[in-house]
């Protein structure tokens, strides 16, 4: 039985078995699949933006910057759903209790007011608030997992990596709601 191992209590309340599995399924997509569709989208960005691979290469663009972009850049969870609780009001328009409001993180992510040029790729952008990770108290729980990831990748691509070329057609997710390549075959030659 899993719920008997977890003591956890939200409001009071222990999870039921439906929680605890929403959970362990969240932990499982979110850590697998969104992880990787920044890191692939990492490679194809760099491949599309000479400018900017020498830039991390010369290190005048610094991996905690370049990861923030590739993550605003990538976006792969296109939006999320809140059902309102109550009578409410976004942005002069009213919500009725009930309702399904979705947030575009993908269109946030390239709001003008909010990000100078928003269409370019710059690795060095600063300030960068994307929301990737969306926003609130269900904020992703793995953003420092990814972003060590994500980093991870980026360093050994700017180190390890003197020239990349795409060997293959590039393959998109079937999905409307994750986005990114599922397959990018690439020749790296070693630095
Ligand atoms: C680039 C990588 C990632 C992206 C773009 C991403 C995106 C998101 C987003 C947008 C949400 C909020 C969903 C909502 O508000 O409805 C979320 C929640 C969550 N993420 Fe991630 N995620 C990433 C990596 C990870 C990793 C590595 C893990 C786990 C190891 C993870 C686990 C979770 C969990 C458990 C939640 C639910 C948190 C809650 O409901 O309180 N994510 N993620």
New binding site residues.
């Given amino acids: 039985m899993v719920a008997g191992h977890i003591q956890l209590a939200v409001n009071g309340l222990p999870l039921d078995d439906d929680e605890i599995m929403l959970?362990c399924y969240?932990?499982i997509l979110?850590?697998d699949e969104?992880?990787r569709?920044?890191m692939v989208g990492a490679a194809l960005a760099l491949l599309e933006h000479p400018d900017q691979w020498q830039a991390l290469k010369r290190g005048d663009a610094g991996i905690d910057t370049a990861v923030e972009e590739i993550?605003r850049w990538t976006?792969?969870?296109l939006h999320?759903?809140r059902t309102a609780t109550t009578d409410t009001e976004i942005g002069g328009h009213p919500v009725r209790e009930g309702e399904i409001v979705t947030v575009w993180?993908a269109s946030a992510n390239h709001d003008e007011r909010l990000f100078d040029a928003p269409g370019e790729l710059r690795l060095d952008r600063t300030p960068n608030k994307h929301v990737?990770?969306?926003y609130g108290?269900?904020?992703?729980?793995?953003?420092y997992?990814?972003r060590a990831?994500?980093g991870a990748v980026l360093a050994g691509l700017r180190d390890l990596v003197a020239e990349m070329e795409q060997t293959g057609p590039a393959k998109p997710v079937y999905s409307n709601f994750l986005s990114g390549l599922c397959a990018l075959p690439l020749a790296l030659k070693a630095a």
């Fill in positions: 959970n969240s932990l979110g850590g969104t992880a569709l920044s993550l976006t792969p969870a999320s759903g993180n990737t990770f969306a108290p269900h904020f992703c729980l793995g953003a997992l990814a990831e994500i």
